[in-house]
């Protein structure tokens, strides 16, 4: 479905089929030692996406050394693609990794969800970069408890090595309830840039279900939903 893998790449192939016939493909490529994105030929950047047009109110970036929002940059093609087409029609999605190939037929939305998500926590941005270690085991169609247990493990991992290797564990994860909230408000702010992009609401309800995510991930930890994980681990307890 698309180009031969390099050894130093990580690469994520994405078909979307429509019901008259037509596809749409997209080839993610990411440089395996940093997992950044590895943007297609020198193309032309639209204005609005100038870091002076696009920043977040968080951004950390500065105007100074860095010219376009890399948030931008990375979903400027996918904007491009959908811009006309309601978030809600059917497609058949097809997704191939390295490892395994995934199909499910579904929204347009949730297929382009998925693909956003990788586009963004790879662009290098470092408000979204944080989450760089979700691509190791991207999920592609993952449910908001996969995402809850994805995020939660990878981030305890973490935590551990960081403890064998001398250092601080945040066992309470509260770097990690600070992680969504501010991805959380970059959602909302790209939402909120690009609804003045595209005539249909296919990117847009493809942030919603985004931030869907982090919301539920933030709620889980701050209630300390114990009992509702207690389901996945209780042979382990």
């Known amino acids: 479905m698309g180009k031969k893998q390099k050894a130093d790449e990580i690469q994520f192939n994405y078909l979307f089929r429509f019901e008259n016939g037509k596809e749409k493909k997209f080839i993610l490529r990411l440089k395996r030692e940093d997992l950044s994105y590895i943007l297609p ?20 970036l500065d105007e100074a050394l860095v010219k376009y929002c890399p948030v931008a940059v990375n979903i400027v093609d996918i904007i491009n693609e959908f811009h006309d087409l309601p978030s809600f029609e059917n497609a058949e999605v097809l997704v191939q990794s390295t490892n395994r190939s995934y199909h499910k037929k579904t929204s347009l939305q949730s297929g382009v969800s998925s693909m956003m998500g990788i586009r963004m926590v790879s662009s290098g941005c470092p ?4 989450l760089k270690p979700m691509l190791h085991f991207h999920l592609p169609f993952a449910t908001l408890e996969e995402t809850q247990v994805r995020a939660l493990s990878i981030y305890l991992l973490a935590q551990y ?20 909230e501010d991805i959380r408000m970059l959602n909302l702010n790209v939402s909120r840039k690009i609804a003045d992009l595209e005539d249909k609401d296919t990117s847009i309800n493809s942030l919603v ?15 300390f939903m114990i009992d509702d994980l207690v389901t996945y681990v209780r042979e382990f307890m």
């Open 127 to 130: 408000v979204m970069g944080k």
């Open 41 to 60: 030929e020198i193309r032309e950047i639209p204005d609005w996406a100038l870091l002076r047009n696009f920043r977040c109110q968080h951004c950390p």
């Open 161 to 180: 090595v960081k403890n064998k290797k001398g250092g601080a564990p945040d066992w309470e994860m509260e770097g990690l309830v600070k992680i969504y």
């Open 209 to 223: 279900i985004l931030n869907n995510f982090a919301d539920y991930v933030t709620f889980t930890i701050d209630e």
